[in-house]
């Protein structure tokens, strides 16, 4: 999937910039992911799910659930 972002700042000197009348048109390239994808993801990646929502009002995540929203933390660590 590919989208398309307005991008109203640049970078001058290491210091962001905002500007008001020009944007820039920034390529971004999207992937989604199946419940249980991410969730092997994560594992084989070092990382423990520690809560999955359905929103970020902290929902339930079901299937019917728009968004994947998931907390999580290096394995082994505290």
Known sequence: MRGRVPDPSF?????????????????????????????????????LVLHKFGSFEEERFESRSRHQIVVARVAGGS
């Open 11 to 47: 970078v001058n000197g290491g210091s962001v910039e905002h500007r008001a009348a020009e944007s820039a048109i920034r390529h971004l390239m999207l992937r989604l992911y199946f419940p249980q994808e991410l969730d092997a993801l994560l594992e084989r990646n070092g990382f």
